[in-house]
């Protein structure tokens, strides 16, 4: 008898294991290690509304809210590097290749240093909103500019559109802080590189509620991305609405990638190393992807994130570098391997 | 309810790719299309299953306009084997003939999507590769899988739909051996009375061997339409190919040779 189905559950069941683990690992240590029982004795006082302890105000106001944080922005960046891809059929294309993340960098330091002679205010959604908005328009302008007029999308094309639109924005965001003053400045530096330490329940709200709202939307789409692995003709015999498809996808990866960035800074290669890893495991079916991609992303980046709090502890990294040096060789790695998608 | 194009013209800028095609494929019948290269057979495939837009003219799949159909719609009746089909990612062989079944199910596939694949993969002989990774298949097994594709889609009958195959050059990279054992299985797919079967082909022995009706394309017009000994004269195809023929007949059967 063949197998003809597949089943995921032991997958996402031991990915969601090993998330856990290491957001409970990422709970405890950092530039202060917090034990076990001063976790449960925070939970409790709390609630109780007895005086906390040091210990458990840093583990209640600051690394519990970064911990979520960075769970759901690693979920986020892999699960928009998950849509990318089988929209663009091709497995080295990433958000930060294609001008999602400097472009959201763009409008949120145009935000930062312009917004309060504009008086452009929308409450704790200004950022996300500024930050999407640069996000889309960047994506946008990639995605016409290296359309080709038959309606094929060159990888080629599209990665070296990808630069000159990054470079642009990232000279923007370069202007932005030549201008800034140092209070923003210094903000603007921390996104370029990537930082989880400014995150607090605001971020880890609205971060979690796009991811986990995305996540719902983007597996409705699984099975026609899964067609579009044939080629956008046979996907359309396959009863694929092409247009529809393309524009809810773009729209979700800059959502995804957009609040993400928002809050934590440009973090690159979580949306490519994540989606490579799980197609090893278990092959290419993009609902297996996109919620293997959640629970992978998240696992990853809060490695990353005790990576850059542990290494120059008690000062941190930027966690933006510790996922390039990882991320660059699997990089060049794909790129060498795929050649013959190039 | 055959699949019926009308006046069916196809043009880019002030070129005219198909132009007044008007032709009626029967059901029951092994309906194949001939012509030159550049004559318009594949436009002719993409234009019927809406793949390309038509400038003039009418494509109706049993009493339904094209335009009025949606691609789901027709992706429930209507199966389409184009040419050069690739895989962007890794993708084993019955997943592969699994995609053919996704207009029927919502999120993933059902016992009877499962029945359907495991089936259409027997039917083409694929069966012993299904779970080999598409990647590591000849030219040739890879064609034998997305037939099983092709078919997986339309694999169970609709009461009261009619079902539709159109192949555009379905024999590439295949050997005489599966040339001649494909165009067997489809004779047999046509004897079901709700198939309506449409190739393109560019063997004209074998055109003349499995057609019931043959349709022959010259510069984006029907140069000759019929049965084997009606199109494929020397006259007719002098006139498309621009070569001298010698044809042969044997028990009824043509045979050309040049």
Redo the contacts between chains.
Sequence with gaps: M????RRYTSVWSFLAIVLIVIFLLSLCFGAIVIRPEEVFYSVRNYFSSNPLQLNERIFLDIRLPRAISCVFVGASLAMAGVLM?ALF???IVEPGLVGTSSGAALGASLYFVLGATFKFNAGVWTLPLAASLGGALATLLVFFLSHRLDGRQSVISLLLTGIAVNAICLSGVGLMSYLARDPQARSITFWNLGTLSGSNWNTAIIVGLSALVCLIIA??F???L??????E??A??????LGRLKISVIALTVVLVATATAFVGVISFVGLIVPHLL?LIK???N?YLLIGSALLGGTLLSLADLAARLMLAPAELPIGIVTSVVGVPVFIFLLRRNQH?L | MPLRLDNLTVQINSRKLLDGISVVFEPGKMNLIIGPNGSGKSTLI?AA???IAMSEGSVKYGQQEIDSL???????F???L?QN????????V???V???R??H?????GSFD?HA??EA?NYFDV?AM??RDYFTLSGGERQRVNFARVLA?VWFPHPGQMRYLLLDEPLTFLDVNYQYQFMHKLQKLAEKKDIVIVGVVHDLNLAARFGDQISLLNEGKILAHGSASEVLTKENIRKAFHIQPEIFQHNELVFISF
């Design positions: 063949l197998q003809l189905s891809q059929r091709n497995p597996l409705r699984a099975k026609e899964n067609a579009l692995a044939m080629g003709s046979e359309l015999h396959l009863g694929v609405h197609r092959g290419s079916d609902r998608y | 993409k299953s809406k793949q949606s691609y789901q719609q027709l992706a429930k209507r199966a389409v184009s089909t690739d895989v962007a990612f890794p993708l084993k019955w997943e592969v699994m995609l053919g996704s207009p199910f919502v999120s993933s596939p499962l694949v495991e993969m069966s299904a779970d889609q």
